[in-house]
């Protein structure tokens, strides 16, 4: 089996190979076209046409052989998303950290929540994907049952070599744009080429990010964990209706305080109207007695 899969890779690896060369020499025959011909912008035309034909060549047939290959790299993204209830949340959690530490991986987010029916706390964690399972089985010692149990495996082999076979197919016309572009003798001509050499150079960033992310992916798994301790009756319950009345007096005194309080921040306003209504009712009063003298 072992001789077989090597004999398949090595064939693979050949195929590419010469399919790659060829694709090279079309280029190249196109160039040195164009660097002879005397109706150069025809040839121009006609150069980058067959460049990007070229590379799109050497993009389909690998990926037609990824099935083939598949055994030798498989690339997997694994994560889980885990709830349990626990009896003790600071046992439980110190059980986590020395499980995360056992297996080299790292709390990324912590966050804890408090409500009137239970404690909980929420950790994101990624660890080496080789060490998921084993991760999974130590934290899960102790637990009866799981409330929420979500494992997931995506296979990205596939993407991934086409990804990898795309980049390297657009640094391959990128570098035919360059020797396109030292053949140049026009400006107009120069700055074609050096529109068409920005996309490519955006489109291999953008795979090579993309490259990135899955490698990332598929080194370090992704767990989601929740665990939680429920309390057994809700805190409203726990306060007795004395207690609660008691409660809701205190909160009227604490109301009737604080108006108190913001009336002071306010007493300028309360001078100046309180000074207008006594001058304004003496003069109702001094009107009242002339006209009572005049009658």
Not at 72 to 89: A, V
Not at 134 to 148: E, L, R
Not at 214 to 219: D, H, I, P
């Amino acid at each position: 089996m072992k001789t077989t899969l090597l004999i398949s890779t090595i064939i693979i690896s050949l195929f590419i190979s010469c399919t790659e060369k060829s694709n090279e020499a079309v280029a190249e025959m196109q160039m040195s076209k164009v660097a002879h011909s005397s109706s150069y912008n025809d040839s121009y035309t006609e150069a980058v046409d067959t460049a990007v034909a070229a590379a799109d060549m050497s993009v389909s047939m690998p990926n037609k052989l990824a099935g083939d290959a598949e055994e030798i790299e498989t690339k997997i993204i694994k994560s889980g998303n885990l709830r349990f209830q626990s009896d003790d949340l600071e046992q439980t959690y110190s059980q986590i950290q020395g499980a995360v530490k056992k297996y080299n991986a790292l709390i990324k987010n912590d966050s804890q929540s408090n409500n009137d029916y239970q404690f909980s706390r929420t950790i994101n964690i990624r660890i080496p994907n080789q060490y998921f399972d084993a991760f999974i089985a130590d934290i899960s010692k102790g637990v009866k049952y799981f409330d929420v149990k979500e494992i997931s495996s995506q296979d990205v082999t596939e993407e991934y070599i086409d990804v990898a076979s795309r980049i390297k197919t657009k640094k391959v016309l990128e570098q035919r744009y360059l020797e396109l572009l030292k053949k140049a003798n026009k400006v107009s001509e120069m700055l074609e080429i050096e529109g068409q050499l920005s996309e490519i150079r955006e489109e291999i960033e953008s795979k090579e990010g993309r490259l990135k992310y899955l490698q990332n992916k598929v080194s370090l798994s992704t767990i989601d964990l929740t665990f939680y301790k429920p309390l057994a009756q809700g805190r409203k319950a726990t306060v007795s209706y004395g207690g609660r009345i008691g409660n809701a007096i205190v909160s009227g005194f604490n109301s009737i305080s604080n108006f108190f309080i913001s009336l002071l921040g306010i007493w300028p306003v309360i001078v100046t109207l309180v000074v207008l209504f006594v001058l304004i009712r003496k003069r109702f009063k001094r009107k009242n007695k002339n006209d009572v003298v005049e009658k």
